[in-house]
């Protein structure tokens, strides 16, 4: 439910900056200020917050941005590539158990998707 309120409110944040031609450095703030909001609801450490809305901030203010793209779409590029970043940056492999079974620990809110996540490892285990 968490995540789905977390998706539902960055969309309504990324709505308003695809219609923008231009988007100033207010527009910035009042995004950022809604991504903040978005992800402390969904339960995300205050200073993990805070450090990737500075980063997004600092790469999205004075961007240069190509004929090819609005300005807002910079900035959801910005905000999806440092959210990949703050996830990892990368896929990381599960590790299998050298004498099965692998035994993985599967955490998170109800309804998140922890049962069909499993079924998916077990059948591809």
Do not use: H
Request: aromatic share 4%; proline share 2%.
């Amino acid at each position: 439910m968490a995540f789905e309120g977390l998706t539902s409110r960055l969309q309504n944040v990324f709505s308003k900056l695809r219609g923008k031609g231009k988007v100033t450095e207010d527009d910035v703030n009042e995004a950022m200020r809604e991504v903040r909001l978005a992800l402390l609801e969904a339960d995300v450490n205050f200073k993990v917050v805070k450090d990737f809305v500075a980063k997004v901030k600092e790469k999205a203010i004075g961007i240069e941005v190509m004929e090819s793209f609005t300005p807002g779409m910079v900035i959801i590029d910005i905000v999806n590539k440092e959210l990949t970043e703050l996830m990892g940056g990368s896929q990381a492999k599960l590790a299998k158990a050298s004498k099965p079974p692998t035994v993985i620990m599967m955490v998170g809110l109800q309804g998140a998707g922890k049962t069909t996540t499993s079924g998916k490892l077990a059948k591809s285990y």
